[in-house]
């Protein structure tokens, strides 16, 4: 497992932009797919977007595509999430996430989590 520790969150008006990052540390190797994902109040966690650390691959889910950028940077072990115009159902605490190997979107398939960062967009 890897320990993961996410920053950047806050408030922001709709439209603006936010870069969430995630620091690894532990273990890492270019085996990790790197993922990101959100949960809104009173909503299940839902994957957004992730990227394989070997290749730079990303995928993102529809509903982002186009406005999130997902990103890496191998010599500081980081992951971005570039966010650009945000919108209110964007609000919702997002989580870094590693598992090893393919990139999957199902959660259960993600044995290292960071403690999450508020994102917050205001109408």
């Known amino acids: 497992q890897l320990r993961l520790v996410e920053s950047g969150g806050g408030l922001v008006q709709a439209g603006g932009s936010l870069r969430l990052s995630c620091a690894a540390s532990g273990r890492t190797s270019s085996s990790y797919t790197m993922s990101w994902f959100r949960q809104a109040p009173g909503k299940e966690r839902e994957f957004v977007g992730g990227?394989?650390?070997?290749?730079?691959?990303?995928y993102s889910v529809p509903s982002v595509k186009g406005r999130f950028t997902i990103s890496r940077d191998n010599g500081k072990n980081t992951v971005y999430l570039q966010m650009n115009s945000l919108k209110p159902e964007d609000t919702a605490v997002y989580y870094c996430?590693?598992?090893?190997?393919?990139?999957?979107?199902?959660?259960?398939?993600?044995?290292?989590w960071g403690q999450g960062t508020q994102v917050t967009v205001s109408a």
């Open positions: 990227i394989s650390w070997s290749d730079g691959r990303t």
């Open positions: 996430a590693a598992k090893l190997r393919s990139l999957r979107t199902y959660i259960g398939d993600y044995d290292s």
